[in-house]
């Protein structure tokens, strides 16, 4: 037997008869000779974690706009306590950790610069729309590998996609929205966990809210400090799924209802604030002037980016190409394409 098929018949022997086994995957787009050594969603997870896309997650923004304090999350930083926390759950449950790994550390990778301003704006200006988890599927089909793709398993594509909510409901209840597999539903909850804990350790931290204004009812429930609020919403998603394991994942009542109103909070005194949401209409500015300049200009687009010809639409490679910058990228090349540079006399 190989190494992969060892970890394979472990799996068998000891996941929960709702976790998705390895062996059984659906396969991927472009069958492929398998790896000796690693189960399926484990070389996902591989691929992903060395890919271009996952690297610039480190210099896109999450929620603050170039933080000069050293403890404000990336994109990059929010993907690896989205995967923390899945991984949590779903040892747990007893769910595959490679499955529910490979999602989390994927679901993001279509995100452009500046933030959910970033993807507004982009979903404004491209005649086709955006959203970042069909883009975070895009990438991994075939942006990346200098248009190869990574080849992914059904499974991690199901979850990469079907990973966003915006103020939807945090479980899916139609089933047309639901992922395959139980591992997705995990990442879609802790993305939720995530982001509604850091967003308000970084708006405590930037001096947007207080403490003292978070709702009385969720510091009752969940807990008074950052660390209290994720236990309590964790252990909310575990004890309520052990009970019912049959009937899938599940979330107590009363933590689903405070993690809505968490959410809610945020884009009501954080996301929309006028204080961070006036700089980010700036970002949106940047992207709309560097769409059109390369929308007008193909030839333009072709000699910035090397490329010889388009592989797809002329304003689908443009989005594509927008969509993948880190937020300084776009700054410098909007400095490039439209300030005047200093005149240097030769002496």
């Known amino acids: 037997m190989t190494v992969r098929e060892r970890l394979e018949e472990r799996e068998e022997r000891t996941l929960s008869p709702y976790a998705q086994k390895s062996s059984r995957s659906r396969g991927r787009l472009r069958p492929e000779p398998e790896c000796d050594l690693r189960p399926a969603f484990q070389h996902d997870r591989d691929r992903i974690i060395h890919s271009k896309s996952f690297r610039r997650l480190k210099h896109k923004t999450q929620v603050f706009l170039f933080p ?9 930083t929010h993907t690896v306590e989205v995967a923390q926390i899945a991984r949590t759950i779903g040892k747990a449950l007893f769910l595959n950790e490679d499955l529910v790994e490979a999602i989390a550390l994927g679901h993001d990778l279509g995100h452009g610069p500046f933030g959910h301003a970033g993807e507004e704006a982009l979903n404004r200006m491209h005649s086709g729309g955006f959203r970042h988890n069909e883009q975070s599927l895009r990438i991994v089909d075939m942006l990346e590998r200098d248009g190869k793709g990574l080849n992914l398993t059904s499974e991690v594509r199901d979850g990469i996609v079907k990973h966003a909510k915006g103020k939807g409901d945090i479980l899916p209840k139609d089933e047309k929205e639901a992922p395959l597999t139980r591992e997705a539903g995990v990442v879609r909850i802790a993305d939720v966990i995530a982001y509604t804990n850091h967003d308000i350790d970084d708006a405590i931290r930037g001096n947007v809210i207080r403490p003292a204004d978070l709702p009385r009812q969720c510091v009752k429930v969940l ?30 009542e009363e933590v689903e209802e405070q993690i809505v109103e968490l959410r809610d909070f945020l884009w009501d005194r954080v996301y929309e604030n006028k204080l961070v949401h006036e700089d980010f209409e700036k970002c949106a500015m940047i992207l709309e002037a560097l769409y059109t ?6 030839e333009a687009f072709l000699q910035e980016t090397g490329r010889k010809d388009f592989y797809d639409e002329p304003a689908t490679c443009i989005c594509d190409n927008l969509a993948g910058m880190t937020d300084r990228y776009a700054f410098n090349l909007y400095e490039k394409l439209f300030l005047p540079l200093p005149w240097k006399i030769a002496i």
């Open 293 to 298: 300049y390369f929308l007008k200009r193909p």
């Open 223 to 252: 807990g008074k400090t950052h660390g209290e609020r994720i236990d309590t919403m964790v252990r909310g998603v575990i004890m309520e799924s052990l009970q019912n394991e049959s009937a899938g994942l599940c979330i107590s």
């Open 68 to 76: 000069t304090d050293d403890h404000y999350r990336t994109r990059l």
